[in-house]
């Protein structure tokens, strides 16, 4: 066999697309530390997310590549890692060290939105990203009990002139509630600046340090908090939830109307379709469409948005919930959706962060 050299091997490598960003992984600077000795070549590719869903076929065009124009006869080891692209600009005063800020909308309540953000920060988790959660919904926090953390309460530590907040940390995702710090039966009785100046507080004197994700829980509805949220910080995306029924949709509408303002314009990465359909637990192979069938993914297509996931209605959801141990972290049905999710979501964040400019924070002048 003829020696090899780093051209023929970066050469093959110019073959190989991300299928997402539709670009060759060496113009995209994802090959690192390419090594070739005694017909042995190793190198490492970097993916923009570690929960990418297409990291095995990635590695398989890059072994097919080199195989194929290099010869195949060779030993190939490749690394697989990963760097999370940003959608903020650098240097942002407020959550400096945090890639990318995503909001979790809905237009009405009881459609799932906190299951959803609970289970999509410990997908992200389970993947090996860095993430936040902050339950922004003041007024119904659940968070906590979802992460069965209700008892605990966040310490402070004092860096520089400020005390900052230090997040709870539970399931591998940090994590700060206005229902850590008030009586969990005791209801919190505010008007809208106080709230928007809680969630003020969650921003910016608590002690995030370095996050892939900031998953935000937003109460349901438009609200003085959504628009604290993007006046406070660059948001990278926001994701509408729904359920499939129409008067859950039309809110849903609302909902992302109000992102695709001209003056807040903030990008919709996408819709999730929670309570999707019913698989009763002793029929598991049957499927029940209780609140209509595909309302999510024709929503999506109306307003041209991905539809990131159909989550199904599974007692397990709930129970998981109840007990404080969300169902992303089991197997399952439920676990599998909340996976897929995850990936889809760092996806389109990915293709956002390379395709379209940063995210800047919205000034309205009222």
Known sequence: MSSINKEQVVDALRTVQDPDLKQDLVTLNMIKDLQISNGQISFTVVLTTPACPLKEVIRNSCMEAIENLVGNEVEITINMTSNVTSGRPDNTPLLPQVKNIIAVASGKGGVGKSTVSANLAVSLAKAGAQVGLIDADIFGPSIPTMFNCTHQQPLLVKKGEKNLIVPIE?????????????????????????????????????????????????????????LTLVQSVPVTG????????????????????????????VPVLGIVENMAYFIPPDHPDKKYFIFGKNGGRDFAEKHRVPLLAQIPLEESVMLSSDEGYPIALKT??????????????????????????????VEINT
């Open 332 to 361: 399952g049905e439920s676990g599998g959706a909340f996976q897929t999710l995850a990936e889809n979501l760092a996806r389109e964040i990915a293709i956002r962060n390379a395709k379209f400019p940063e995210t800047r924070k």
């Open 238 to 265: 926001a994701i509408i939830v729904t359920t499939p029924q129409k008067v859950a949709l039309a809110d849903a509408g609302k909902g992302l109307a109000m992102f695709r303002q001209p003056n807040i314009n």
């Open 170 to 226: 539970q399931y591998g995702v940090k994590l700060l509630s206005i229902g850590f710090l008030t009586a969990a039966d005791n209801a919190v009785i505010w008007r809208g600046p106080m709230a928007s100046s809680a969630l003020k507080q969650f921003i910016s004197d608590a002690d995030w340090g370095a996050l892939d994700y900031l998953i935000v829980d937003l109460p349901p509805g438009t609200s003085d908090i959504h």
